[in-house]
């Protein structure tokens, strides 16, 4: 068995910032600070977060691996097949789901 990570490239997309109430305004009574999201912002802000299994770099995988055969290049999370033996604790510990086992063959 090897491990196979899906998209491990780290991208990083700013939040969507809010529409606020100006101070001044905020002065004159009780009125509503933040006006939250529109529709669309809403679903941009969304896919920031929940992209399902695409790595996002926690370095879990890194840091659980017995054999150290997982490294960082940049934004890259690279597994060196030299050095796995392919014992899962990588898949296992991911929280995204972004690495798979698959049997070599």
């Given at each position: 068995?090897?491990?196979?990570?899906?998209?491990?490239?780290?991208?990083?997309?700013?939040?969507?910032?809010?529409?606020t109430?100006?101070?001044?305004?905020?002065?004159?009574?009780?009125?509503?600070?933040?006006?939250?999201?529109?529709?669309?912002?809403a679903?941009?802000?969304?896919?920031?977060?929940l992209?399902?299994?695409?790595?996002?770099?926690?370095?879990?995988?890194?840091?659980?691996?017995?054999?150290?055969?997982?490294?960082?290049?940049?934004?890259?999370?690279?597994?060196?097949?030299?050095?796995?033996?392919?014992?899962?604790?990588?898949?296992?510990?991911?929280?995204?789901?972004?690495?798979?086992?698959?049997?070599?063959?």
């Amino acid at each position: 068995m090897s491990s196979k990570i899906k998209d491990c490239q780290l991208n990083i997309t700013s939040r969507c910032q809010e529409e606020t109430l100006a101070v001044d305004q905020r002065l004159k009574g009780n009125y509503l600070v933040k006006h939250g999201f529109d529709e669309q912002m809403a679903k941009k802000e969304a896919s920031r977060c929940l992209v399902n299994n695409q790595c996002d770099s926690c370095d879990l995988c890194r840091l659980f691996c017995p054999d150290l055969a997982i490294t960082r290049n940049e934004n890259k999370i690279e597994i060196d097949y030299d050095y796995c033996k392919g014992c899962g604790i990588c898949a296992f510990i991911c929280p995204k789901g972004a690495i798979e086992m698959v049997l070599e063959g």
